[in-house]
């Protein structure tokens, strides 16, 4: 059944207060919550309590401490319904039993290598005791958890450790109270045998805070740059955005069994360890920076996410948009913002825009779902920070500002939306935002088509702007949107170019033009020569640019333009625009390949622009961003070839410089995981993967080197990558040695699984094969899951979108057997297939088949019964 926003009421019933008793024993865990509720000023009598359960035995349930009669509740799968409880406040008592050990679905209380733990967002809390599990319903928590002293000498919960003690039995006890009122989907436990590191915060008004990362016993010397991530997370939202942390403690766990990232429960997050560990001979330079980005997301979230969080569901970019785009700004000022942003496009373009132009896309505010879970999506997450982003362009710094402290200031403690939080800057800065909303409720990645025209005589210069947004799933049409566009005029010398007027149906001021309309003409007066147009800085809104500029002029952006986006913009261009023509048959003349080559070569030799810069500017798009431009009727292994093509074509003419390049930018210092350490390994890696691409003598044969002579762990994967991405002689005997090498570090593994499942030959698929059938092989670990059978899907075009349909059918068999175990694994697995609308049409025929007949193949959970209805309807 499908829930819609529309029908949002407000609960009957209020829980003010929560007392919860945990007794976790080996074989079961019993948990008696005392209720304190309470019925909404206008609940008529009569009103039946209706509270949430899942998976839960009843034992015991009373009303101020009377024991209800058979007749006057009824439990069943759904939960507990109370048919009359009294018109006034009252405490409802429950006890249920739950089997952690059997929860492989990993929410509510499971078990992780020993560990119990919990993650409750969105709707995990009832399977943990009955409850009104709806994020409008506000509490404050008091938790004693009893556990056996052996196995979990660490017990933790939300808020402030209040007592402790022994509980007799080889039992001990710990009891924790959170005094700021939240929903159950921030409610977190943990009990374990673990080990720790500590240290503390002092805020900007002098409160000490002490910080804690637990963790497998161990590992505590790889929790360190989480420490350090966290404390200058702390420190920069005091700074941004003059935000406190609130209570005396913090503490963040880290467990090796997690559906996802980490969660940011009240005081106590809990992370996938991956996103917590971190040693030079084990992590990447990437593995470095997601860590530090999620530390500071969770922690944000405090504020964008706790103190203030969302009414219901369907508001979930309230905080997720917001809280990507606060952690996105974190990264800038911590590192390069321009690096940064370049980076965060990359992510936008291959996760949210194919999300957002296949069968799943859905508006960053959906207004109806039948499994919340699929919606933690790129859509409401990165799409969602680009609409606060574009809002802060709009607004400016200040005006930004201004706004979230009057969010702060008026919403603290509440459940709230996205109107409420337009609403704010509308007070705040007097403007209306109506019209800006819309992003929020429309699906769909918007074209923006301009064109240019130059007068010389009336040295008038006009640029031509239209917006389209396709059809998506149930929004056949749509309205225009609020479009932040910024921009420069940039003249025959390189430098910017002024006007002396402006006029048309845009608003522009300064550097920005905001288009309103579905089209708009803007003229530019006193323009003294034709200008080169450097539109959409900053990628200034999440849309697809369509400007026809010629490679000259775009070859001169990419050495010229002051926005650094922009240049970077300008060499992808060239490329994208090279390759789909070729892929669709029309070869490219020496002379744009050479022109291009020369300026690689110039940015590569430019004294201006830092390692991490180029690492990013020497490169093309990938295979599935050339195949989302072609758009229909694709063939993947064409796509594969051509992109092969013109790296040579491209590279291959510079080998000689970047193998000097790479010479140059070796280095015997130790391993720091610091932006400029970052950025030279960054660019060598990027180069070695240049050469082999395009095939330079001795290229293969380097990587091998390469591998062997790294000493970290950013340098070896990065060779072990290119080796096999290239299917190099040697890859098949570095893959095995690496196997090796890690045997014991399941992260690592992590990495072998991925840089198997990506490589695009044709014996891809048996190896794969063979290491899921190894006995030992981790089933249900959602990272071990994820790194093999996620990458195949989402990241390795040629061999999942083969032609006879093999892979198609490998994904669907294995999304019908995992989904047994986690559904929600299956789940994300299964978005793989959202690209097939776009194949030609014998993978469509196949793609087709496969679903039909994972459909037709029995019973699935809700979860994967969702995606498939959605991609099979697209
Ligand atoms: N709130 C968490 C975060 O963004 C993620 C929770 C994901 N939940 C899910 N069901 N996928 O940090
Ligand atoms: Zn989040």
């Not at 694994?825 to 297939?833: K, M, P, S």
Request: proline share 6%.
């Amino acid at each position: 059944q499908t829930i819609y926003l529309k029908d949002y009421a407000p609960s009957p019933y209020r829980i003010v207060s929560v007392e919860l008793d945990f007794r976790i024993l080996e074989e079961n865990t019993r948990v008696r919550a005392q209720l304190t509720v309470e019925p909404a000023p206008d609940t008529a009598a009569g009103t039946p309590l209706v509270l949430d359960g899942d998976d839960l035995k009843l034992t015991s349930v009373a009303i101020d401490g009377l024991p209800l009669m058979l007749s006057a509740y009824l439990a069943d799968e759904k939960g507990l319904t109370v048919f009359e409880p009294p018109l006034r406040r009252f405490v409802l008592e429950t006890e249920v039993v739950i089997e952690p050990e059997k929860n492989t679905r990993l929410m509510g209380l499971y078990r992780s290598s020993g560990t119990w733990c919990t993650q409750c967002e969105p709707e995990g809390f009832r399977r943990i005791t009955y409850y009104l599990d709806r994020p409008d319903v506000l509490a404050t928590f008091r938790v004693r958890i009893t556990a056996p002293l052996a196995a979990a000498p660490v017990l933790l919960a939300n808020g402030n450790l209040v007592d402790r003690g022994d509980a007799g039995d080889g039992l001990h006890y710990a009891v924790w109270e959170d005094p700021f009122p939240k929903p159950a989907y921030l409610f977190a436990l943990v009990a374990g045998d673990l080990g720790s590191i500590t240290d503390s915060y002092t805020t900007g008004s002098g409160r000490k805070i002490a910080l804690a990362i637990y963790c497998a016993h161990g590992k505590e010397e790889q929790c360190g740059w989480a420490m350090d991530s966290l404390k200058r997370s702390m420190a920069w939202d005091e700074r941004r955005f003059g935000r406190e942390y609130d209570l005396d403690m913090f503490n963040i766990v880290a467990v090796n069994d997690f559906n996802f990232g980490a969660m940011e429960n009240k005081g106590l997050n809990i992370f996938n360890d991956k996103l917590v560990f971190a040693e030079p001979q084990s992590a990447t330079d990437a593995d470095y920076e997601n860590i530090e980005r999620v530390i500071a997301h969770e922690y944000f979230h405090n504020w964008t996410g706790n103190r203030i969080t969302c009414r219901d569901w369907f508001q979930l970019c309230l905080k997720e948009g917001l809280t990507v785009y606060r952690d996105q700004e974190f990264t800038s000022d911590e590192r390069s913002r321009a690096v940064k942003r370049i980076s965060d496009v990359v992510t936008l373009r291959s996760a949210q825009f194919p999300e957002d132009g296949g069968p799943l896309a859905h508006p960053a505010r959906p207004d109806q779902y039948r499994e919340i879970n699929n919606f933690y999506t790129a859509t409401v997450y990165e799409k969602g920070a680009e609409i606060v982003r574009m809002l802060a362009t709009l607004l400016g710094e200040a005006g930004f500002r201004k706004g979230m402290d009057l969010y702060f200031e008026r919403h603290d403690g509440e459940a709230t939306t996205i109107e409420a939080f337009l609403n704010v800057f509308e007070d705040a800065c007097s403007v209306d935002l109506e019209q800006f909303k819309t992003w929020y409720l429309q699906a769909g990645t918007p074209r923006l088509s301009v064109s240019e025209s130059y007068n010389a005589a009336a040295q008038t210069y006009t640029l031509k702007l239209r917006q389209e947004i396709p059809p998506t799933p149930g929004q056949p049409t749509k309205e225009p949107l609020a479009m932040p566009i910024r921009f420069g005029l940039i003249g025959p010398n390189g430098s910017p170019m002024s006007w002396t007027g402006v006029s048309g149906g845009a608003k522009v001021e300064d550097d920005l033009i905001v288009l309103e309309s579905a089209e708009a003409e803007v003229t530019f007066t006193g323009v003294a020569n034709k200008p080169v147009p450097s539109l959409l800085r900053e990628f200034s809104a999440p849309v697809i640019l369509d400007l026809p500029l010629s490679q000259e002029d775009r070859l001169f952006l990419a050495r010229h333009d002051s926005d650094p986006f922009n240049r970077w913009q300008a060499l992808q261009d060239v490329s994208l625009a090279l390759a789909t023509a070729a892929v669709g048959g029309q070869a490219w003349s020496d002379g744009d390949v050479a022109a291009l080559s020369e300026a690689m070569g110039d940015t590569l030799a430019s004294p201006d622009l830092d390692d991490a810069f180029k690492a990013l500017a020497l490169s093309v798009p990938a295979e599935a961003q050339i195949a989302r431009a072609i758009g229909k009727d694709v063939d993947p292994d064409r796509v594969h070839t051509v992109r092969n093509e013109l790296i040579a074509a491209v590279f291959g003419p510079l080998a000689g410089k970047l193998r000097t390049a790479h010479e140059g930018l070796q280095s015997d210092a130790p391993y720091a995981p610091d932006p400029a350490g970052n950025g030279r390994r960054a660019l060598r890696n990027r180069l070695l993967a240049l050469l082999v691409g395009s095939g330079a003598e001795g290229a293969a044969t380097m990587a091998t080197a390469c591998y062997h002579e790294a000493r970290n762990m950013t340098d070896r994967l990065a060779a072990l990558a290119t080796a096999a991405s290239h299917w190099t002689a040697d890859a098949p005997a570095l893959l095995a040695d690496f196997r090796t090498r890690f045997a014991t570090d399941p992260l690592v593994f992590d990495k072998w699984l991925s840089v198997n499942a990506g490589v695009p030959e044709a014996g891809v698929m048996e190896r794969l094969r063979g290491i899921l059938a190894d006995p030992g092989f981790p089933r249900t670990n959602p990272n071990r899951l994820r790194a093999l059978m996620g990458t195949f899907a989402l990241n390795n075009p040629t061999q999942f979108a083969r032609a006879d349909g093999a892979g198609f059918r490998f994904v669907t068999e294995f999304v019908a057997e995992v989904d047994k175990v986690n559904p929600q694994v299956a789940a994300r697995v299964l978005t793989g297939f959202r690209i097939w609308p776009i194949l030609e049409a014998g993978r469509r025929e196949e793609a087709r088949a496969a679903l039909t007949a994972l459909q037709n193949g029995g019973e699935l959970s809700r979860n994967t019964a969702d995606i498939l209805g959605r991609m099979l309807a697209g």
